[in-house]
């Protein structure tokens, strides 16, 4: 029998990652400013392979087993998702856009001539066969000289915008949503998933002091960097979870997936953590052949040093640890191999910790930890305007933003 909640808001958030698609329904609490976590799945996906739609009916099943699964354990039916993309499907770009305000004189800056700018700013930096999904503002530049936050108020003559977008290829998108609507679902909102994370696993303090989040993923790594409550950074490295599956498969002679249950039942990368003389049996084709636990540290720490040596390496290079006062937060599924935190902030020299949810209730804190970034895409719901996205890719908020027009016109002029 489906439950029904009342006077209370249920949202499903579904990531759609390289491997796996992770889904998570929260309904908010009795208790204000919490909210429970009443259903979730992990399941394997297909029809997915290298950020597109390779099989659009396997894809489909994938979601709707996912989510069928989620809903019967919150007991509700999910009509809406909020999917999130993975950083295979999304590239990030800066762009500088100025426009006139006056032909004489100076007027002031109204919240119309920001909607002009951002407008402006997205035509001329998305390509045609792109698809923006989020545009944040880093400042404005007022008449080439006054750096600003926030301009509205202020006279000037032109206004300048320093935006960094995140934008997807708006066939592969396509794809996706006609996947996601044979599954009987609609979209409600598209993000991308490490920047939805960042907003259940970050402080508000942290992220107007300056803190990282760094999502290890199956096969690459994001490293989001907030400052001033804005994300100042976002790149990635082509190294993930799967690298540190395939050490140990390479050091053991075991295959891939072997070395994948390996690594989530016994890795560790902390020498003197465990007993590395114990020994643990792993079949192989028809027999059981014993190991000690010391040979998959000794398969995994190469590849750990690589690792560290290169985010250490990158986040030099784009100088960002002046944007790191709070240190680094870590999330993703490639987070959970024991040591791997504590590693990574002795190389980085910056104070390194777990991703924890902030204000969500679940008796199984530690696997809700592989959950981040769906509950991160449930909570948008909570957070922003509901509508709707069509195949295209389009929402349909334009009368909506035809009357918030009409408003700034008399604001501005009356």
Request: proline share 2%.
């Amino acid at each position: 029998m489906v439950k029904k909640f009342l006077k209370q808001k249920i949202f499903c958030g579904l990531d759609l990652g390289a491997n796996r698609i992770k889904v998570a329904i929260l309904k908010s609490s009795s208790v204000d400013g919490e909210y429970e976590l009443i259903g979730d799945s992990i399941s394997k996906v297909h029809g997915f392979k290298k950020a597109s739609v390779t099989d659009i009916a396997e894809l489909s099943e994938s979601i709707r087993s996912a989510v069928q699964s989620a809903s019967q354990k919150a007991q509700v039916k999910v009509k809406e998702l909020n999917l999130g993309l993975g950083s295979d499907l999304v590239v990030s770009r800066r762009t500088s856009t100025t426009i006139p305000l006056v032909e004489r004189g100076h007027k002031v800056i109204t919240q119309r001539d920001l909607y002009k700018l951002r407008d402006l700013a997205k035509m001329l930096s998305a390509k045609i066969d792109e698809e923006l999904i989020h545009d944040i503002p880093q400042h404005y530049v007022v008449d080439d000289s006054n750096q600003a936050l926030n301009p509205i108020g202020l006279y000037a003559r032109k206004c300048e915008i320093n935006t960094l977008m995140i934008l997807v290829n708006a066939n592969r998108l396509k794809n996706i949503f006609k996947a996601v609507s044979q599954a009987g679902y609609e979209i409600a909102h598209v993000m991308f998933n490490t920047y939805a994370s960042a907003s259940v696993v970050l402080r508000d303090q942290d992220s107007m002091r300056g803190c990282a989040v760094l999502d290890i993923g199956a096969q690459s790594t994001n490293l989001l960097v907030f400052k001033n409550g804005i994300l100042k950074f976002f790149d990635k490295m082509a190294m993930g979870g799967d690298d540190f599956s395939q050490a140990i498969a390479d050091g053991l002679g075991v295959s891939f997936d072997l070395a994948e249950s390996i690594k989530r039942s016994h890795g560790y990368v902390v020498a003197g953590e465990q007993d590395g003389q114990e020994e643990i049996l792993i079949k192989q084709s028809n027999a059981y052949k014993p190991i000690k636990r010391s040979a998959i540290f000794d398969a995994l720490d190469p590849k750990v040093e690589a690792y560290n040596t290169a985010l250490k390496e990158f986040i030099f290079k784009e100088h960002l640890y002046d944007d790191m006062s709070d240190g680094m937060v870590v999330i993703g599924g490639g987070s959970l191999l024991p040591g791997l935190i504590e590693r990574i902030g002795l190389a980085i020299a910056t104070p390194a910790n777990a991703g924890r949810l902030r204000h969500i209730h679940h008796p199984q804190a530690a696997y809700v930890s592989e959950l981040i970034s769906a509950v991160g895409l449930s909570m948008q719901g909570f957070r922003t305007k509901p509508h709707l996205w069509d195949g295209l890719g389009k929402d349909n908020r334009g009368v909506k933003n035809f009357a918030s027009k009409l408003l700034d016109l008399y604001q501005e002029y009356f």
